[in-house]
């Protein structure tokens, strides 16, 4: 009988440096991936805490009172401009939060109202007894090398309107 593995006696040098040279190849391939995924799963954390942060602010403005009377009674307010928050007979509705309480303190939100009945209106709709109401959260968002430069910031935005009750 003819025997198959005869004068096998293990592996060759040649055999032992090309399986070296693939296992570090693939080492160093993985080894460059984990920081890209280490920034995909932090830019994914921060992203969806600032939009449960902007949905929960919009919470709180959702329940605002706004309502025809008597006696009228806006608790909800209009902001002048993008860059300023609403107020409403002479207070400050909802203020911008920078940074948000603890333990959120890297993020900042604000929050915008636009009349619905001044103007061409919010997207079509035009009614004063309407309100567009956007609540942006940012944060300090990661580049593929590290944290990105102070002032740059990423933002989560969402958006309501609201009828007067």
Request: hydrophobic share 40%; charged share 15%; net charge neutral.
């Amino acid at each position: 009988m003819l025997s198959l593995t005869r004068n096998q006696r293990g592996m060759t040098l040649a055999e032992v440096i090309i399986a070296t040279a693939i296992i570090g190849i693939g080492l160093v391939a993985l080894s460059s991936a984990i920081p890209l995924a280490g920034y995909g799963i932090h830019e994914g954390g921060h992203l969806s805490t600032a939009t449960f942060l902007a949905n929960e602010r919009l919470e709180q403005v959702r329940n605002a009172r706004w309502e025809v009377g008597p006696p009228t009674l806006d608790n909800l307010g209009v902001s002048a401009s993008a860059t300023v928050a609403p107020v409403s007979g002479g207070v400050t509705t909802f203020p911008d939060e920078n940074p948000v309480a603890a333990p959120y303190t890297e993020y900042s939100s604000t929050v915008r109202v636009a009349s619905c009945g001044a103007g061409a209106g919010c997207n079509g709709i035009v009614s004063p007894d309407m309100r567009q109401v956007t609540v942006t959260a940012t944060y300090r968002p990661m580049t593929g090398v590290g944290v990105a430069p102070v002032g740059t910031t990423k933002p989560a935005t969402v958006t309501m309107y609201i009828a007067k009750r």
